[in-house]
């Protein structure tokens, strides 16, 4: 394998990036793949030998692909650091138009090489994979298809703002992860000096910052953690946002996608897949499965590199691999843990079925049954290892396995004392000795309620998120609430738990935790009669 480090290359206004190639030790013209983002080139290469087990490998270290597996089947291998990262010259632009036209400059310097035989796809799961979905709506003529693992399509609600609450516990930490000295926050590209300063003011009095040293170091400081810092001037959806999320321009992308997520990835990538495949355009396959490890120096290429490498070899070789002959989806039904082929999403066969929240905690289909309520607060200052308080509901013991493959929604009947408050919803597979794991999840912040009719369906509420409506105190209201997709087989024996909380917490979620309320409110959940409350599941039949 030959390489060439620190290759610069020079963009439309000059600036110049840093890449690393890596290509056959032969003679001859090469398909190319390329791997961009602000992690890091060197860091890619980081040993597996070392700690092949280690977790502290998964933050950016292997998420480009694994170079030799490409390089030995014939493809060239570029690695670049974006503007601003990196051994790179120039501003980071965190994903924002200069960034997605420096990678169809990249392209088509790449293919312009004399080791480049002019085909040009993409690689890399994460950041690697959400830049290309952004770098295909720049339409590079060279970039002929694109092979997104795990990418968010939607910068504020998959990965910002779940639900309009806050994703502080992933940004808390993951500025830590990148190869970036100090930069100025981009939120002054989209508002005034004045503006902000007002907004940050605002911030400095609330209740969120006040309680928390982070946020107000975050605020007073904005270099420490810029995006952290556009994040909270910014609490709603609008432009910032909508420059950095694919779904605004998939109408530009007219090349093969071959859309590949993980069920794991719930917290951020998982509704990129779903997301693209309703709203693009274009020859496209979807497979949704899980790895072996979901941290670590092996995820996820040591598990589905083959399937990447059938894709391009099809694409950009133009060798007849069959998998454009397969059916178009493919997932993995856990419970059952096998892979099933599939036509559409979400699945034509499937029976949208209310489960009724009830009196004792039951869940279950048929009629709401009697009013009652379920009443909890949430504690703010919940000690560490205790568990958030909230109302539970599930199914009797299964009489026979029960599959949900699909979205899901929650359409929850609740009163609040207070102008706003988050909601947590979790459903978990409870097994007869009461353990129960994680499947999906979903969140929503009280005053982000407001529904977009045009946008949303029954099983997938849409909310705008551009305003917060204060809640009226103690008026029952309905609260459309999205959860994740999920296709999981419960087990006969096993029950369906729903949870309802006012929180996460750092000890349930090390990572997904969100800034949820910061005063204790009083949450009164109505079930039956005139208030019923549902969950909306999507039942295949056996």
């Not at 620190?6 to 793949?33: E, H, I, Q, S, T």
């Not at 997104?148 to 990965?159: I, V």
């Not at 459903?427 to 009719?453: F, Y």
Request: proline content about 7%.
């Amino acid at each position: 394998m030959i390489e060439e480090k620190n290759r610069f290359v020079a963009m439309r206004d000059g600036v110049k990036l840093a890449c690393d190639v890596f290509r056959p030790d032969a003679p001859g013209k090469y398909p190319a793949l390329l791997s961009y983002s602000l992690y890091g080139k060197d860091v890619q290469k980081f040993s597996e030998v070392l700690r092949p087990l280690s977790p502290r490998h998964g933050n950016g270290g292997q998420e480009a692909g694994d170079t030799r597996f490409f390089v030995s089947r014939g493809y060239a291998h570029v690695i670049a650091d974006t503007r601003g990262a990196g051994d790179s010259q120039g501003v980071y632009n965190f994903q924002g138009k200069t960034e997605q036209e420096d990678g169809y400059d990249l392209i088509e310097w790449i293919a312009a090489q004399p080791w480049c035989d002019g085909n040009v796809g993409m690689l890399g799961m994460s950041y690697f994979a959400v830049v290309q979905n952004l770098v295909a709506s720049t339409q590079p003529p060279h970039l002929k298809a694109i092979a997104p693992y795990e990418a968010y399509t939607d910068r504020y609600r998959h990965s910002v703002y779940h639900g309009g609450v806050l994703n502080e516990g992933f940004f808390h930490q993951w500025w830590g992860h990148v190869s970036i000295g100090t930069m100025q926050p981009l939120i002054f590209n989209y508002l005034s000096k004045e503006e902000v300063a007002q907004r940050v003011a605002m911030l400095m009095q609330s209740q969120e910052v006040q309680d928390s040293p982070y946020l107000h170091i975050q605020l007073k400081y904005p270099e420490k953690n810029p995006l952290v810092f556009d994040f909270l001037v910014q609490p709603h959806d609008g432009p910032y946002y909508w420059e950095r999320s694919a779904y605004t321009k998939f109408d530009r992308i007219k090349i093969p996608v071959l859309l590949m997520a993980r069920w794991s990835g719930w917290p951020i990538h998982l509704a990129g897949a779903f997301q693209g495949w309703e709203g693009l355009d274009t020859t496209k396959k979807m497979m949704i499965m899980e790895t072996k490890e979901t941290t670590g120096p092996r995820r996820p290429w040591r598990d589905h590199q083959d399937i990447i490498l059938r894709w391009y070899d099809h694409w950009l070789k133009g060798n007849d691999t069959g998998m454009m002959k397969e059916p178009p989806i493919n997932i993995l039904v856990k419970g059952r843990n096998e892979y099933r082929d599939e036509y559409e999403w979400p699945l034509k066969r499937t029976q949208w079925t209310k489960y009724w929240l009830k009196s004792g905690g039951a869940l279950a289909p048929g009629e709401p049954g009697g009013a009652g309520t379920e009443v909890f607060s949430n504690d703010p200052y919940i000690m560490q290892g205790k568990p958030a308080p909230g109302a539970d509901f599930s199914t009797a013991q299964l009489d026979k396995d029960l599959e949900i493959t699909g979205p899901i929604a929650l359409y929850l009947a609740a009163a609040i004392d207070r102008p706003d408050a988050t909601w947590v919803v979790t459903i978990k597979d409870q097994s007869p000795d009461g353990s129960a794991r994680v499947v999906t999840k979903g969140w929503l912040r009280a005053s982000h309620r407001k529904l977009d009719a045009a946008r949303s369906k029954p099983y997938k509420p849409y909310h705008p998120h551009t305003e917060s409506e204060p809640v009226p105190l103690n008026e029952v209201i309905e609260y459309a609430i999205e959860i994740k997709e999920t296709s999981m087989v419960f087990m006969k024996g096993h029950r369906l738990l729903l949870e309802v909380r006012g929180q996460d917490t750092q000890t349930e979620d090390p990572i997904w935790y969100h800034l949820c309320s910061p005063v204790e409110t009083r949450h009164t959940v109505h079930y039956g009669g005139k208030h019923a409350s549902y969950l909306l599941l999507p039942v295949i039949p056996a």
